[in-house]
């Protein structure tokens, strides 16, 4: 998995959700880097016992107590040379037929709460002049997925808040990272949300093709790889890792295609 030697630019990092999934997979990678982490879960028993590994206890749906313990652990590790905001969870539901309470605290703790973390970490970064923030967004956020409006429209604003970040770190020491994943094998569809009583025209379809979608990715390990290019590449920028026709060709002809045609695929993809 390594391309080269991760600990002779980074010391330490931050990894929010490293309990399981993508989150596991970076925490790992950057453990066999060399890299110190400090590791999250909202339950701290989750995550194992390893060399060089701190575990912490950390809700992100708190946003004002997360910055706090955040500074806790950045002022114990020295600094913190990466931080990967990966926390998160999803919610499938007619955007129209469920509580709003559901998606505003989607918004809340996905993009007002990390945005507040992501803050809090380029203070530290930009006071010494070194650091890699990586946000991790989605294609969802270019390539929305029905009965998802509101997980689609958290990681578009994340990737644009990593996109105007990159011109205000640019000539510091500090570079953002857009990290876009396609669908990996993470079990993400086996903790997603589905709130009762919201089903739309379509739904049934669509959700049977997302889990086939995600249960057929590859590995998450292959995610963790992409990630450890990009940091040692040590400059801002996008990266989309996933299967071929998420991480290159869909890409492709959202630039060069027309929005009716990427629609078209989109609405035979999920049966709608």
């Known amino acids: 998995m390594s391309p080269g030697p991760l600990s002779s630019r980074y010391r330490t990092a931050f990894v929010t959700g490293a309990s399981t999934g993508l989150g596991l997979a970076f925490t790992d990678m950057l453990l066999a880097g060399g ?10 028993s989750r995550l194992p016992a390893r060399p060089r590994f701190h575990a ?14 955040f500074l806790e652990m950045e002022k114990a590790a020295g600094g913190f040379d990466v931080v990967v905001n ?38 530290g970064m930009l006071g010494r002049n070194q650091g890699a923030l990586v946000n991790i967004a989605s294609i969802a956020g270019e390539f929305g997925m029905p009965y998802q409006a509101v997980y689609n429209s958290v990681k578009a604003g994340l990737s644009a808040l990593n996109e105007s970040l990159m011109y205000e770190v640019k000539g510091t020491g500090v570079i953002v990272i857009d990290f876009r994943p396609g669908d990996y094998r993470t079990d993400f569809e086996g903790s997603v949300r589905r709130p009762p009583g919201t089903a739309g025209p379509g739904q049934e379809k669509a959700w049977a093709a997302f889990t ?4 057929s990715g590859p590995p998450p390990a292959h995610a963790a790889v992409s990630l450890q290019r990009a940091l040692l590449r040590g400059r801002s920028g996008t990266v989309r890792s996933g299967r071929f026709f998420q991480a290159v060709f869909a890409p492709f002809l959202a630039r060069f295609g027309s929005l009716a045609l990427k629609r078209k695929i989109q609405e035979k993809y999920f049966g709608l």
């Not at 086939?212 to 249960?215: D, E, I, L, Q, S």
């Open 35 to 44: 890299v110190e982490v400090w590791g999250t879960s909202r339950d701290a």
């Open 56 to 69: 912490v206890a950390f809700e992100l749906g708190d946003g004002i107590a997360a910055g706090k313990i």
């Open 86 to 123: 990966n926390a998160g969870f999803g919610a499938f539901g007619s955007f129209a037929h469920t509580d709003f309470a559901v998606w505003e605290d989607q918004y809340r703790v996905m993009l007002v709460n990390t945005a507040h973390l992501s803050q809090v970490a380029l203070r």
């Open 212 to 215: 086939a979608m995600m249960r």
